[in-house]
């Protein structure tokens, strides 16, 4: 058994080699993952006080997506902390995934919104909607009791 939080754990992703664990403790939990075998390696302080609800790996780097729409990275060696991008979704970024082939990467949120960064010159370049009046049988997406469907991206 992985011990890896002090409470819940919200994320986990397991790419290249490293198994990397978000949860209400605030904390990135690294581990390295060769072959089923799981050894731990460090915990990194995320110091943003916000939920991570999302997540991905790219050579080494961690990408992370909070509950208040930010999405901040780290190094897995716990150096390069910062934020990337400040809420740029209104409510949760809940879906995060890495284009390595593009260097870029998509997320999406509570609303209704999928944003494409460049993570080497971190700006947006591309942004579409989830949800479209075409999918809701010609009803707009303000409704107050509707809510995007988008919680994962893969």
């Known amino acids: 058994m992985i011990k890896a939080h002090a409470g819940e754990c919200t994320q986990v992703k397991c790419h290249q080699g490293i198994l990397a664990s978000v949860g209400k403790d605030d904390m990135c939990s690294i581990f390295t993952a060769n072959d089923g075998a799981y050894e731990f390696v460090r915990q990194i302080n995320l110091e943003q006080y916000y939920q991570a609800s999302a997540m991905d790996i790219l050579d080494n780097k961690i990408l992370i997506g909070h509950d208040n729409g930010t999405i901040q990275t780290v190094n897995v060696d716990g150096t390069g902390r910062e934020v990337i991008s400040v809420a740029h979704h209104d409510g949760e970024s809940w879906g995060l995934q890495v284009i390595e082939e593009n260097g870029t990467f998509l997320t999406c949120g509570d ?44």
């Open 111 to 154: 609303d209704n919104k999928i944003f494409e960064f460049s993570i080497k010159d971190k700006k947006m370049v591309k942004q579409g909607q989830v949800w479209n009046v075409d999918l809701n049988n010609g009803k707009n997406y303000t409704q107050k009791k509707d809510k995007s469907t988008a919680s994962t991206l893969s």
